[in-house]
């Protein structure tokens, strides 16, 4: 059974880095897999972030890609996001997700708060 | 983009009804590529049904899915209290590659 864990501040200040990693346990991010970050705003549906694989690289929402990188540690088993500039907009419960054509495996979520 | 619509917004039900929920996509989704998700309060969402029809596993046979053309339809034939929640489909391969619906809540009188 894949488990997944995000980690990260839970706190960011406006215009600054929002990272997050997802551990995950039970699988192998070096396998022939896509990992994915989504999230939800506070009382709202689910927007993907985007996704990476370890060999084809990283797919991203067009309307985040400018200010998001993700990255995988084979190393730690574990893969990162990185969303820059952030605003009071990003404030959301962000998920960690192994993903196919569809989410089969969550993390459990953390909610990040953008507030100075 | 290829964006999903559900309806209705919310649903309230009994137990023992039967529940059917729909999402309409803007453009020609392939059935392969389309999923539905139960969320809970405070949890992450639950893969329910993936391949428009295919049930997930552990998902109990209550649950049923269709499709036809850009209409996609979720049935649960006999609702129990455990099912209460937010239900979201979603599909693969537009741009951006992964998008859901708004969302049903479906609230279990």
């Known amino acids: 059974q894949v488990q997944l864990q995000e980690s990260g501040p839970g706190l960011v200040k406006p215009s600054g880095t929002l990272s997050l990693t997802c551990a995950v346990s039970?699988?192998?991010?070096?396998?022939?897999?896509?990992w994915s970050w989504v999230r939800q705003s506070p009382g709202k549906g689910l927007e993907w972030i985007g996704e990476?694989?370890?060999?084809?690289?990283?797919n991203y929402n067009p309307s985040l890609k400018s200010r998001v990188t993700m990255s995988l540690d084979k190393s730690k088993n574990q893969f990162s996001l990185s969303v820059t500039s952030v605003t009071a907009a990003d404030t959301a419960v962000y998920y960690c997700?192994?993903?196919?054509?569809?989410?089969?495996?969550w993390g459990q979520g953390t909610l990040v708060t953008v507030s100075s | 983009e290829i964006v999903l619509t559900q309806s209705p917004d919310t649903l309230s039900l009994s137990p023992g009804e039967r529940a059917t929920l729909s999402c309409r996509t803007s453009?020609?989704?392939?059935?392969?590529?389309l999923a539905w998700y139960q969320q809970k309060p405070g949890q992450a969402p639950r893969l329910l049904i993936y391949?428009?029809?295919n049930r997930a596993t552990g998902i109990p046979d209550r649950f049923s899915a269709s499709a036809s053309g850009t209409d996609f339809t979720l049935t649960i034939s006999r609702l129990e209290p455990e099912d209460f929640g937010v239900y979201y489909c979603?599909?693969?391969?537009?741009?951006?590659?992964?998008?859901f619906g708004q969302g049903t809540n479906l609230d279990i009188k």
């Open positions: 997700a192994r993903n196919g054509f569809y989410c089969l495996y």
């Open positions: 039970g699988g192998s991010v070096s396998n022939d897999n896509w």
């Open positions: 990476i694989h370890p060999s084809r690289g990283p």
């Open positions: 453009q020609s989704v392939s059935s392969n590529y």
């Open positions: 391949g428009a029809s």
């Open positions: 979603q599909q693969y391969g537009g741009s951006p590659l992964y998008t």
